[in-house]
Every structure is written in C-alpha cells, then in structure tokens.
C-alpha cells in the first residue's frame, strides 16, 4: 500500500511543518506548489531536517490536467489542500483573487481526484483534508467555539473557505465514498524547533506574531495594538494561539483517521485558550529578551474581540489535543526570525 500523501500548497508555512510532521510519522510527503506566496530555498531547509530529497511539483493547482498527471505518478493515499491566497484585507480589495484562485484551485483539484478515482487508476478512496479556518465563525456570539456554531463570513478570504466547505459536503452528499477532514484552524504562529523554518510573509505582515517579531529584530520600530477598548480583561482582541508544530501533527492525526476507515469530521485546531494581544506582547518579550515597544491604535476593521476553540472533538475523534505553550510558540518563532532576518531570501 502506498504511503504517498499529495500537499498542496506544501512548501508554504504550514505545508511545510506538515510535511515533516508527515516523513517523521512514515509517510512519504509530495509537495505541490507553484511558488507564489513560498520560496523555493525551504526545499533545502526540508531536505536537512528530513534528511531525505523532497519530491516536488511545480505548478498551479488550477491547472486540472496537470494535478491529474501528478496524482498518476505519484499515486498518494492521501491529498492536504493548503494551496491558496490567505491575506484577508487583500481578498476585499481583490475578490477575484480569491474566489478564482481559493474555490477555483479547490475545484479543480477534488475534479482531479474524482477523475483517478473513477478510472480505477487511484489506490484508495478519495481522501482529503482541506485546511479551513475559524474564520468561517465570523463574530461568534460566545466563545469557547464549537465545530457547530453559525457559520458566516465577513471578507471574501472567509467567504472562499465557507463556500469550499460546502463544495465538500455536497459532494459526499453525492458520492460518499469520499473521505474527508476539514480542519478549521484557529492561529497558527512559531517555527520548527530546528530555527531552519518558520513563517516568511512577503511583505509587511498583517498578523500580530510576524510584525512582533520584526520589531523585535528591528525591522520595525514598535507594533501598532489594534484597540484597547475591547470587553476584554486587557481590553485587547483575544485569540487562540496554536503552534504550528501542533496543527502539523493534527494534519497527521487527521490522516491517520481518514485512512484507517473513520467518518469524514470537521474538527477545530486550537487550543482551547484565549490570550490577548498584550499578553502575547509579554510572553515573546521574556521568550526572546528583546523589548517589543507599542502605540494603541484604532481597532482594525472586521476584528473580532474574541475567539478561540472548544478544542474538545479533535481530542474525541482524532486523539490529538495541542501540547505547546504560548513560551514555546514564542521561542520558536524567535529562533527562526532571529537567525533568518531576511526569510528565506537570505
Ligand atoms: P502560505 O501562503 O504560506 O502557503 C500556501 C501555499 O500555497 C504557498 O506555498 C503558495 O505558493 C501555494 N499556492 C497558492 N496558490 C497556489 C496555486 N494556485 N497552485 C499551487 N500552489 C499555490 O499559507 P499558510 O499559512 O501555510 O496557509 C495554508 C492554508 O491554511 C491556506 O489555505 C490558508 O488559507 C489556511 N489557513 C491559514 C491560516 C494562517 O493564519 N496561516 C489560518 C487559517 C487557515
Ligand atoms: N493585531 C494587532 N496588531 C497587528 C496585527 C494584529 O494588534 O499588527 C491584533 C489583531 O487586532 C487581533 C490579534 O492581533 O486582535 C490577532 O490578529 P491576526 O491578524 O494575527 O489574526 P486574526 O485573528 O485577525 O486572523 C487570523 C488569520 C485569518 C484567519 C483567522 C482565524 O489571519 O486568516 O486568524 O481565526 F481567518
């Protein structure tokens, strides 16, 4: 039996962590990936964690043709769809972008799949796991979040996953051969352990742990804290925060399951506690001995004052429950950003 496993979107942040999560636990990880929000030097950084060449694929996933060649060659027991656009203010000023490059590329790879599938060239039943977000609960009415609550969205990034999850359910609905696991991910932040990995935005970040730590590298001058006016206990905008080295083994966790004949699921990864932005302030302060200066501004549009995960039916139905405390998301992404000031544009 084929251990292969497909990761769009692999040489990405989170594609990447999974694909070591994947080699350590005996899969033999494929990368497929244009290149468009990644860079091509974590391939090398992948081969000296693994120690092993990583096989890679080239090109977009909104080419179906050519996913459907790659599915040949490789034959993978299983697909991770990480491929797509993911930054949110982007996504209103550009909504094609990402209903073209977000719903379409999922179109086209679940087209893909179905085509091996139906000519019996596929080993397995159709299996995916599909990275969501808790984006999809739009302004939650309560936390913690459970994998039931009402579902909107509030930008066309969060519309695109809404639609792809429902894209999902309809076609188990019509072919329930189809196996798999929607995984909505509450905030993935640190790096590997190893400091050879880590989070690499292309331009000024938008997310809260990157900008803190350019500023705690230097890069910029102090972190602008979007509102202090919150019902919080700081006032500050509350959120879970769940290290990527988790959400790595979570994918595992959810492979494992898809494979070994479970139900297809869709499960929230996070961790199941809230912490403010300040005490995220704090927390990398002590983690890295760098001070991180800040000014409070004006609460950002579409913020949400808090969110974080019931996280208690991944634990139920995967077994897996995030291990990582908040000094260790720090640490790590402190190691990676500290030894790699430019990314991997060296
Ligand atoms: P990332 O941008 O680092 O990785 C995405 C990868 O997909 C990149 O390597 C990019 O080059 C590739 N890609 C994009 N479009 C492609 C296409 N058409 N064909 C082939 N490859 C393509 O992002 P990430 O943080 O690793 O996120 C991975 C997934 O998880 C995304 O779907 C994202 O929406 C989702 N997610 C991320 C977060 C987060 O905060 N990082 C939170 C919730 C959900
Ligand atoms: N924040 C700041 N200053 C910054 C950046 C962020 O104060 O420079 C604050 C935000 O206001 C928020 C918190 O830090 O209170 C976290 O913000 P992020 O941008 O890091 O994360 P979000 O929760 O806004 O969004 C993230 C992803 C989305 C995903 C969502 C799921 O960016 O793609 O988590 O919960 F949909």
């Not at 609550?149 to 429902?166: C, Q």
């Amino acid at each position: 039996m084929s251990t292969t496993i497909l990761l769009t979107g692999g040489a990405g942040y989170i594609g990447s962590h999974t694909l070591i999560a994947l080699h350590e636990a005996g899969y033999q990880p494929v990368i497929l990936d244009n290149f468009s929000n990644s860079h091509p030097a974590v391939l090398e950084r992948l081969e000296r964690i693994t120690g092993q060449p990583v096989r890679v694929e080239r090109g977009d996933v909104l080419e179906t043709p050519w996913v459907e060649a790659v599915l040949r060659r490789h034959q993978p027991v299983g697909v991770v769809h990480f491929a797509g656009d993911k930054a949110v203010g982007e996504s209103v000023a550009n909504p094609l972008k990402y209903f073209h490059n977000n719903i379409g590329g999922a179109v086209s790879l679940l087209r893909a799949m179905a085509a091996v599938h139906a000519d019996g060239t596929a080993p397995a039943a159709p299996t995916l796991v599909f990275s969501s977000s808790a984006t999809v609960y739009g302004d939650p009415a309560s936390v913690p979040i459970t994998e039931d609550f009402p579902r909107s969205h509030t930008n066309p990034y969060g519309h695109s996953k809404l639609v792809i999850e429902d894209m999902l359910t309809a076609l188990r609905t019509a072919s329930p051969v189809w196996r798999v696991g929607v995984l909505r991910y509450f905030n993935p932040v640190g790096a590997h352990p190893s400091g050879l990995i880590g989070e690499d935005p292309a331009d000024i970040p938008n997310n809260l742990m990157p900008y803190v730590t350019q500023v705690a590298v230097g890069q910029r001058p102090y972190l602008n804290v979007y509102g202090n006016d919150y019902p919080t206990p700081d006032g500050t905008g509350v959120r879970d925060y769940i290290h990527v080295q988790d959400l790595a083994a979570g994918h595992v966790a959810a492979l494992q399951a898809l494979l070994g004949g479970s139900e297809s699921f869709t499960v929230n990864l996070g961790t199941g506690h809230g912490h403010s932005v300040l005490e995220v302030v704090k927390a990398f302060e002590a983690a890295s001995g760098r001070p991180v200066p800040y000014a409070f501004a004006p609460r950002r549009a579409g913020d949400v004052a808090q969110c974080y995960a019931d996280a208690a039916l991944a634990k139920r139905l995967l077994g897996w429950e995030a291990r990582h405390t908040l000094h260790e998301m720090c640490a790590d992404a402190w190691r990676w950003q500290s030894g790699n000031p430019n990314g991997y544009r060296g």
